[in-house]
T-cell receptor, first 113, second 115 residues
């Protein structure tokens, strides 16, 4: 079945620690995105990637980093510089950056210990 | 900058009845896309319906339809014959057709379906 997978479902971070959230898709989509969701708010864009080896900052990129070494994968690292990382993180993809419909993964809940 | 507003934090509907969720947006663009996404308790975002701004005809997907009023910058979602499985958060979203390709989301409306 084609789709987007995110792992882990829950992730715990200690103070000062970097953690990496995984996002994989087998839809052959070129574009991938990372969003953060906080209670009572809509989704906010962290980073997006149009093609392999290229990515752009979104609205709230500070404290996060990404890589796009493979078309299928777009991991997000939450660094120690992100002072308030507790949130729900959603990965999405679309056929191309110009194609308007994004499809979402099941999300990762990040909690700080 | 574009904005999306959902003024109803929570709505309730009786099973089999009809409910309308409101969304307004602000943009200076003439061409764009609008979406309604559903987020059930599993928290995975599911596309419900989409509308291209250049199309005057309102989009319809089975029991879901929209009322797109471009001049008023309004994009409401109507759910007919509501089912228990429709209970979820519903997000309205906007996207340009050029320039930055990000979605802009509203804050969501929680829909409760009463048996």
């Amino acid at each position: 079945d084609g789709g987007i997978t995110q792992s882990p479902k829950y992730l715990f971070r200690k103070e000062g620690q970097n953690v990496t959230l995984s996002c994989e898709q087998n839809l052959n989509h070129d574009a991938m995105y990372w969003y953060r969701q906080d209670p009572g708010q809509g989704l906010r864009l962290i980073y997006y990637s149009q093609i392999v080896n290229d990515f752009q900052k979104g609205d709230i990129a500070e404290g996060y980093s990404v890589s796009r070494e493979k078309k299928e994968s777009f991991p997000l690292t939450v660094t120690s510089a992100q002072k308030n990382p507790t949130a729900f993180y959603l990965c999405a993809s679309s056929i191309g950056i110009h194609r308007e419909t994004q499809y979402f993964g099941p999300g990762t809940r990040l909690l700080v210990l | 900058a574009q904005t999306v507003t959902q003024s109803q934090p929570e709505m309730s509907v009786q099973e089999a009845e009809t409910v309308t969720l409101s969304c307004t947006y602000d943009t200076s663009e003439s061409d764009y896309y609008l979406f309604w996404y559903k987020q059930p308790p599993s928290r995975q975002m599911i596309l419900v319906i989409r509308q291209e701004a250049y199309k005057q005809q309102n989009a319809t997907e089975n029991r879901f339809s929209v009322n797109f009023q471009k001049a008023a910058k309004s994009f409401s979602l109507k759910i007919s014959d509501s089912q228990l499985g429709d209970a979820a958060m519903y997000f309205c979203a906007y996207r340009n057709t050029s320039g930055t390709y990000k979605y802009i989301f509203g804050t969501g409306t929680r829909l409760k379906v009463l048996a």
